[in-house]
C-alpha cells in the first residue's frame, strides 16, 4: 500500500467540540503575548489584556473583573502566572484572557508541550520534571490524530497565510503534519510552533483545541 495516504484516527471530542454557542463567556487568548517578559508588562496594567468588545454580545464596554492565578506544571523556573478576567457591561459575560504561550485546559505551557512531541528539535530543559507517561501517551495519540477540522478552519479564514497551510496539507492530515507546515511556512521557532497556531485555532473557533 505504499504511495497511499491512510486517513489518520479521528481526534477526540474534546479537541473539536465548539463552545461558541455553549457558554456566555470562557476564554479567550491574545496572540500577541508569547512570552513570560511580554505578559509581565501587560498584565500589570488594567487595559493590557482587556478585549476591544465583548465575544458574545459585541458591547465595546468590558470592565476588569478580577484577576486569577495559573500554575503550569513542567516548566523548571517559570512563575505563578496572573490572568486577567474581564466581564461585560452589557450582557456581564465574563472572559478570561490567556497570554498565548499557556497552554488552554492542559495546565501547561506550550514549550513544555513541543518538548514531549517534537523531542529533535526541542530537548528538554535541566531540571524539567518527567512528563507522566499517561499524560505523554494522551499527547502523542492527539499528536497523530486527524487535523480535518482545524484544516478546514484555516481553509475558511479568509487569510491568505492560512489557507496556504490548509492547501499545504490537505483534508487527510495529522496534526503533526499540519503543525510542520505551518511552521515552515511561517519560519516558526523551535519551542514556537504550537502556540501561535493553537492560538489561532481558538480564535477561528472558540472552543477548537489543536492539542
Do not use: N
Not at 109 to 125: A, F, G, H, N, S
Not at 140 to 162: N, P, Q
Amino acid at each position: 500500500m505504499t504511495g497511499i495516504d491512510l486517513a489518520p484516527p479521528e481526534a477526540e471530542a474534546c479537541l473539536i467540540r465548539s463552545r461558541v454557542a455553549s457558554y456566555k463567556g470562557g476564554t479567550l487568548v491574545d496572540d500577541a503575548v508569547v512570552d513570560l517578559a511580554e505578559h509581565l508588562r501587560r498584565i500589570v496594567d488594567v487595559d493590557g489584556y482587556r478585549p476591544a468588545r465583548c465575544a458574545h454580545c459585541g458591547h465595546l464596554h468590558l470592565h476588569m473583573h478580577d484577576r486569577i492565578e495559573r500554575r503550569p506544571r513542567g516548566e523548571p523556573g517559570l512563575p505563578v502566572v496572573v490572568v486577567a478576567r474581564y466581564i461585560c457591561a452589557e450582557c456581564e459575560a465574563t472572559w478570561r484572557v490567556l497570554p498565548a504561550f499557556l497552554a488552554r485546559h492542559l495546565w501547561r505551557v506550550w514549550p513544555t508541550v513541543e518538548r514531549l512531541v517534537l523531542p529533535k528539535d526541542t530537548p528538554t530543559q535541566p531540571g524539567a520534571p518527567a512528563i507522566p507517561e499517561r499524560t505523554g501517551r494522551r499527547w502523542r495519540a492527539r499528536w497523530s490524530s486527524s487535523a480535518l477540522v482545524v484544516v478546514t478552519l484555516l481553509a475558511v479564514s479568509g487569510v491568505t497565510a492560512l489557507e496556504a497551510s490548509a492547501r499545504d496539507v490537505g483534508l487527510v492530515a495529522t496534526r503533526s503534519k499540519l503543525v510542520a507546515a505551518h511552521g515552515h511556512r511561517t519560519s516558526a521557532r523551535p519551542g514556537a510552533r504550537l502556540a501561535p497556531l493553537a492560538a489561532t485555532t481558538h480564535m477561528l473557533e472558540r472552543g477548537i483545541r489543536l492539542m
